[in-house]
């Protein structure tokens, strides 16, 4: 099965930037998306970036606003994040999901999941 595994999060203040992993320990043998979402305390878990199988990009641009950047070795993937805000505090989940099936507008679409990496962003 999929073992996903975040790191990166961490304590910046406003401006800073911050470089999130997911690592894929035991990756399927079929081509598969993968995301970031966020959610913060008492909010609704919402997307942030999406890279598909074959490479093609998509962000969440009323939340990343230019700023994230999401990219992968295939197997595993990176989060660029610069420039964070206070709102953009939040714990960090990577996503996999099989192309076609998975969207970033709905969180239930994927499959798998790891178990979140926290940002926090002083003003």
């Known amino acids: 099965g999929m073992d996903l595994l975040e790191s990166g999060g961490g304590s910046v203040q406003a401006g800073e930037s911050l470089t999130l992993s997911c690592v894929v320990s035991t990756p399927i043998l079929i081509p598969y998306s993968m995301a970031w979402f966020r959610q913060a305390p008492g909010q609704e878990r919402e997307g942030v970036a999406f890279l598909d199988a074959d490479g093609s990009r998509m962000y969440a641009e009323t939340v990343v606003k230019g700023r994230f950047t999401i990219s992968r070795d295939y197997t595993n993937n990176t989060l660029r994040m610069n420039t964070l805000e206070p709102e953009d505090t939040a714990t960090y989940y990577c996503?996999?999901?099989?192309?076609?099936?998975?969207?970033?507008?709905?969180?239930?679409?994927?499959?798998?999941w790891g178990r979140g990496t926290r940002v926090t962003v002083s003003a």
């Open positions: 996503a996999a999901g099989l192309p076609e099936k998975a969207f970033l507008k709905f969180p239930n679409s994927f499959t798998w």
